[in-house]
Nanobody, 108 residues
Framework: QVQLVESGGGLVQPGGSLRLSCKTN????MGWYRQAPGKQRELVAT???????TYEDAVKDRFVAARDNTKNIVYLQMNNLKPEDTAVYYC??????WGQGTQVTVSS
């Protein structure tokens, strides 16, 4: 069974940066998702086991997904954060397995 532990969230001012981590017990494709209050969970980025990435338009050129397969950790570097990025962020390999998420709040 895949295990997922997200971390790295916090409170940051607009324009700031955060790096999220997703510790897992298996090297696989991984998606980063977020869920804002009152909204559906949405995909923001993906990274293949080999490191190929895709991004949704809302985060393209601001977010960067990366991974360290020696540590089984997937990262999401988030730059130039905006208030609309406020959400709980999750990683998942299959949209069926979820960790506890990590809260990101962008506010001045």
């Amino acid at each position: 069974q895949v295990q997922l532990v997200e971390s790295g969230g916090g409170l940051v001012q607009p324009g700031g940066s955060l790096r999220l981590s997703c510790k897992t017990n298996r090297i696989s494709f991984m998606g980063w998702y977020r869920q804002a209050p009152g909204k559906q969970r949405e995909l923001v980025a993906t990274i293949s086991s080999g490191g190929q990435t895709t991004y949704e338009d809302a985060v393209k050129d601001r977010f960067v997904a990366a991974r360290d397969n020696t540590k089984n950790i997937v990262y999401l570097q988030m730059n130039n954060l905006k208030p609309e990025d406020t959400a709980v962020y999750y990683c998942s390999p299959d949209r069926a397995t979820w960790g506890q998420g990590t809260q990101v709040t962008v506010s001045s």
